[in-house]
């Protein structure tokens, strides 16, 4: 049941896809080409052509949470996501021209945000963003990590995963 009493933002309403389902025999599967798409001429689609990238480098997440780097783009229309390097660096997936807010996770905590601009047919290259997370100077109690997820808990492997907003700030704390 979706009751929406829950929901954070508007429906997105309209074309969702292009998506592909592939299966092997265990192998990588290739390169996936969706160029074809492009000649059917479907309402609402952008060809590849007609999209851009937005690159850069995170920084300042701890080492520990290299591989759960993870870079959001969205506006009232789209969303896009893409995993940093281990190096912070990333690229986004080719995205439809617009004004999008990229945001930073270290794990599932949003760090920072950013305003970004993606133009056809180009990369905007140098759009860095930097974690704002401050970490208070003493803890004195202190529930999981602060990275957004219910990893402190008991049974929490088996926590149902959902968005509540500002109320899921896992990592719960008493500081000064």
Avoid at 152 to 169: Q, T
Wanted: a negative charge.
């Amino acid at each position: 049941m979706n009751s929406g009493h829950t929901q954070t933002e508007s429906y997105r309403t309209g074309l969702f896809g292009p998506y592909a389902l592939w299966f092997t025999s265990g192998s990588t599967p290739g390169t996936y080409d969706p160029s074809f798409w492009s000649g059917l001429s479907i309402s609402g689609y952008t060809a590849l052509s007609g999209r851009g990238y937005i690159s850069g480098t995170a920084t300042g997440i701890p080492s520990a949470y290299a591989s759960k780097t993870v870079i959001g783009w969205k506006n009232s229309n789209q969303q896009y996501w893409a995993t940093a390097s281990s190096s912070g660096t990333f690229t986004s997936p080719a995205m439809i021209p617009g004004s999008y807010t990229m945001t930073l996770y270290k794990g599932e905590l949003e760090v920072a945000t950013k305003s970004v601009t993606v133009s056809a047919g180009s990369t905007s290259s140098g759009q860095n963003i930097a974690s704002t997370e401050t970490t208070p100077a003493t803890v004195y109690w202190k529930f999981g990590e602060f990275d957004g997820t219910p990893a402190g808990f008991l049974n929490a492997e088996y926590a149902y995963e959902f968005d509540c907003g500002s109320l899921c700030s896992f990592g719960l704390r008493f500081a000064s």
